[in-house]
Structures are given as structure tokens and as C-alpha cells.
């Protein structure tokens, strides 16, 4: 599996935006990029994904590099809700299993 | 529509005796996903399997793990003779196809005395 680099924590100011980085110098033309973010005790949730082009939904939004070796999720206004760990993952489509690292502990200051 | 439903939520047991977990996938999906969570760590892969059928258990324990998707009920994920080691938080997840949209269950918390 092709594998993600991400720092081990970042802090962010609440209300305003957040930049979390992911490296993915390996990715191959048909993996796509997810973001998964682990709440405190909870399963992990989805965030968001995408293959080549940016993307936006109502959580967040995923910026891809033009080469695709790294990706940045972006959370427009961070609240304290959104402390969690943030984990980029490659899935090639039609995979049946995600490979998880260690992810980016995101801490939120009020 | 119900989310992954996972019971129990803390479940204890003494070393020795079986742990099984149980999986409710959310409607109309037929696939399901174990992993494994170790404290401090990333959630590690497990098992897939679809109904009455395992597909993937390369990340399975060779011996006293095993999971089963009937074709009625909940999947289970059963750990004979339990150790210290196996203390951890066991996730399931589902998804309608092979690697579409997984969805998560909040996880059973298995801890070994």
C-alpha cells in the first residue's frame, strides 16, 4: 500500500481556518485520497475524498497538488469540535481494506 | 436509518475466557470491515467479509481470532482465550460495495484482567 506522511499534531486558534497537510509521494494514478477523522472514543468518520481535482463538501474542503504527491484538508472555521485525529489514507478504488497511520492530532484552542 | 451498530461498548473479560463482539451493518450494506485499535495507535485491518463469506483475513491472528457473517444477524468477531494483548478497541465498519462509503460503528472496548 502506497503510504501518507502527516505531522503528528498541529493546534489551531477556534474560528479560524485550518490547514492539515498530507504527503503521498508513491500515490498511484487510480488511488484516491480519503480523509477520515477519530473523534475522542468514537469510530472513525469520513471527512472526505478525491482523485485529481479539488473538492468541497459541507465539512471540509480537499486540496490536491497538481503532481498528487500531497494533499492539504482544509476546515474553513475550526471549532472545538473538531479536535480529533485527521488520517489521510490512499485507497486504491475497489480495495477492500483502508491502511491507517498514525494520523494528525488536531487540537483546538478556545 | 440506524448507523453500525456495535454491542457491547466496554466489554471485560479475564484472561482465558472468549471475547465476541458483535456487528450490526447499516441497512443495505453487505459488506463489513473489522479493525483493531491499540492504544495510541492507527486502526490496523483485520477481516472483510460478505455474507457467509470471508474475502480478506490476511490482517486475522492466525490462532484464537475468528468472524463470521451469517446469513441472518449480526457479524461476530469471536477471540478465544483471551490475552492481555488482545485489550484494545475493536472496530466494525460497512459498506454497500467493495470499498464504497465505509461507515464506522463507535467500537467495542475490550479489556482483558
Known amino acids: 500500500d502506497a503510504k501518507t506522511t502527516q505531522p503528528n499534531s498541529m493546534e489551531s486558534n477556534e474560528e479560524e481556518p485550518v490547514h492539515l497537510p498530507c504527503n503521498h509521494s508513491?500515490?498511484?494514478?487510480?488511488?484516491?485520497i480519503h480523509w477520515y477523522r477519530q473523534l475522542p472514543s468514537q469510530g472513525p468518520e469520513y471527512v472526505i475524498h478525491?482523485?485529481?481535482s479539488n473538492v468541497n463538501n459541507r465539512m471540509a474542503s480537499l486540496a490536491i497538488a497538481e503532481d498528487r504527491k500531497s494533499s492539504t484538508l482544509i476546515l474553513h472555521r475550526a471549532t472545538l469540535r473538531d479536535a480529533a485525529v485527521y488520517y489521510c489514507?490512499?485507497?486504491?478504488?475497489?480495495?477492500?481494506?483502508?491502511?491507517f497511520g498514525t494520523g494528525t492530532r488536531l487540537t483546538i484552542i478556545p | 436509518n440506524a448507523g453500525v451498530m456495535q454491542n457491547p461498548r466496554h466489554l471485560v473479560r479475564r484472561r482465558g475466557q472468549e471475547a465476541r463482539l458483535r456487528c450490526s451493518p447499516m441497512?443495505?450494506?453487505?459488506?463489513v470491515y473489522w479493525y483493531r485499535q491499540l492504544p495510541e495507535e492507527g486502526l490496523k485491518f483485520m477481516v472483510y467479509?460478505?455474507?457467509?463469506?470471508?474475502?480478506?483475513e490476511s490482517g486475522m491472528p492466525k490462532e484464537r481470532f475468528s468472524a463470521e457473517f451469517p446469513k441472518e444477524g449480526p457479524s461476530i468477531l469471536r477471540i478465544q482465550q483471551v490475552v492481555r494483548g488482545d485489550s484494545a478497541a475493536y472496530f466494525c465498519?460497512?459498506?454497500?460495495?467493495?470499498?464504497?462509503?465505509?461507515?464506522f460503528g463507535s467500537g467495542t472496548r475490550l479489556t482483558v484482567v
Open positions: 441497512k443495505g450494506h453487505s459488506h
Open positions: 478525491g482523485l485529481t
Open positions: 465498519a460497512s459498506s454497500p460495495q467493495r470499498g464504497d462509503g465505509y461507515t
Open positions: 489514507i490512499l485507497d486504491n478504488f475497489g480495495n477492500e481494506k483502508l491502511t
Open positions: 467479509l460478505q455474507k457467509e463469506n470471508i474475502i480478506d
Open positions: 508513491t500515490i498511484s494514478g487510480t488511488d484516491y
